[in-house]
């Protein structure tokens, strides 16, 4: 495999001689010299790819979206949140076959779903609440001995900033409700 | 040639800078095996989307292959063929072979992850160090076939251009990570310079509650210090592409005390970035190190097997090879 095809310019390996020995590159005086040269076209090739690669990011951060990874915008909090801001933070809420009312953990141990799929996806639950049975099936599955969901509720809680401060406990609002299946 | 056919020349070469083999060896072993631990720790889920691919969104790049859905088979070949050769690229065995498998199929297995609506942005460094190792061919004398090799790959200080691309793609990636998360909050404030004075870090306090973060929103002001810190500092990543030495290492330490604070505050690691970072780390001077620590009667001890077959001159060597390394550490 060490001289596998997949690049044009081939190091030339043998007793580290080099291949174009006749070009030099500025770099370096001339005489024995150990370095392992990139062949011209190998060069070229290289040097073109990361031109491009550089090329696709800024394009990226210009004016692409998270569709485009790996090129997409690096926008992990990249928005201006103003003063008086809604902070909103959806959560799933669901009645147990016990009675009891929790929170449903929204992470690959708990739900096998996280919390960013939820609110990424929150029109699209909205629009067919039985999207959220996927979750009740992840906790089915991975907590058989744990009290089932019988009901799920989709919540947006809603805090709201004054002058850039939290103030009070957030307001809640059931965005969708789900009976779960058998 | 003209001066400026010169200066072009100059500017081409700085992508492909000669740095020793070696560091591509510690590099493959180090990436390799964490991307085993990315695929338990970190982009986990890949094969729970195989068993519910009910929220399957496919990103661009798997509907330009026109990927085919995550199954329970696919992602399953996927995650063993993914740990075999992981595990044998991360010996330095089959390099170019097993490094040409993981690069896709891992680049696939992220982007099956990444598919449900969110996409994380710390991946870009760890997946392009995955596709551009694999252009690198360890030394070999001729056609050597024999499993016994006569340097071994950790201690090879044979200066290599095509080693030194590689390793510029990932420090190019690392510092992009950076600058571009710069780009995006200026576009995401509409192209102003309002994020750091707003309240974002407060909003993503809120959203990811937890008691170092809840207690620093009761102190808006230092938030805000952070934001122009952070901001700031991504903006003038690029300069450590340029500094050598201990200028660069205070660098990648200023933006590794970031994650560190980021992990703090947002319980956000960027581990996958972080690791990266070692691109930039002498790795090649490793070997010589031990050496010159344990004396020279270094080919009776546990490291003959990566000495060189010419050992008698390696103490006088070893001068020339710490200049070298030093000139690299640089690069």
Not at chain 1, 139 to 151: G, N, T
Not at chain 2, 271 to 286: D, G, H, K, N, S
Request: glycine content about 8%.
């Amino acid at each position: 495999m060490c001289n596998g095809g997949v690049t044009s310019g081939q190091q030339r390996t043998e007793d580290g001689s080099r291949p174009d020995g006749s070009r030099p590159d500025g770099s370096g005086p001339d005489g024995p010299d150990s370095r392992l040269r990139l062949g011209r076209v190998g060069k070229a090739v290289r040097i073109l790819v990361a031109l491009a690669g550089i090329g696709l990011l800024i394009n990226g951060s210009v004016r692409a979206t998270d569709d485009v990874w790996p090129f997409g915008p690096m926008s992990q909090y990249a928005g201006a949140v103003a003063d008086d801001a809604s902070i909103t933070y959806t959560r799933i809420s669901a009645q147990t076959d016990a009675g009891t009312t929790v929170d449903v953990p929204l992470n690959i141990e708990g739900a096998g779903v996280a919390r960013a799929e939820i609110e990424a996806r929150t029109g699209e639950i909205v629009a067919d609440p039985s999207l959220l049975q996927s979750v009740a099936d992840g906790w089915a599955r991975k907590h058989p001995d744990q009290p089932k969901y019988v009901k799920l509720e989709l919540i947006r809680d809603t805090t709201t900033l004054v002058k850039g401060r939290v103030e009070g406990p957030p307001k809640a609002e059931v965005l969708a409700t789900w009976q779960v299946r058998r | 040639m003209s001066a400026a056919a010169t200066r072009t020349q100059r500017a081409l070469n700085w992508f492909t800078p000669a740095i020793a083999l070696a560091r591509i060896a510690w590099l493959r072993t180090i990436l390799y095996l964490f991307v085993i631990l990315d695929m338990h720790a970190f982009v986990r889920d890949t094969r729970l989307k195989g068993e519910h691919p009910g929220l399957y969104q496919p990103l661009f790049l798997a509907r330009l292959f026109d990927l085919p859905k995550p199954s329970v088979a696919n992602t399953t070949t996927l995650y063993v063929v993914l740990i075999v050769a992981c595990l044998v690229a991360s010996t330095n065995r089959l390099p170019r072979l097993a490094g040409w498998i993981v690069a896709p199929a891992f680049t696939w297995w992220v982007l099956i992850g990444m598919s449900d609506g969110k996409v994380d942005h710390d991946h870009l460094a760890l997946v392009v160090a995955l596709w551009v190792l694999p252009t690198v061919a360890p030394r070999t004398k001729g056609r050597n076939w024999k499993w016994r090799r006569e340097v071994s790959p950790y201690a090879d200080q044979t200066r290599s251009e095509a080693a030194g691309w590689a390793i510029k793609c990932v420090q190019i990636s690392v510092i992009a990570t950076y600058f571009l998360s710069a780009v995006a909050k200026l576009r995401g404030s509409g192209w102003t310079l309002a994020w750091p004075g707003s309240a974002i870090l407060t909003w993503a306090i809120v959203r990811r509650p937890h008691p170092v973060g809840e207690w620093l929103l009761h102190h808006p002001w230092m938030l805000h210090v952070m934001q122009w810190v952070g901001i700031i500092g991504e903006f003038l990543s690029p300069v450590i592409l340029w500094l050598k030495g201990r200028w660069q290492l205070l660098g990648a330490l200023f933006f590794i005390g970031f994650h560190l604070a980021n992990t703090a505050i947002l319980l956000i690691h960027f581990l996958p970035t972080v690791v990266c970072w070692l691109a930039f780390a002498p790795m090649e001077r490793i070997v010589p190190w031990f050496k010159q620590r344990w004396g020279p009667n270094s080919s009776d001890s546990p490291n003959s097997s990566s000495s060189s077959a010419g050992d008698a001159g390696e103490a006088e060597d070893q001068a020339e090879e710490g200049r070298q390394a030093k000139e690299q550490a640089g690069a």
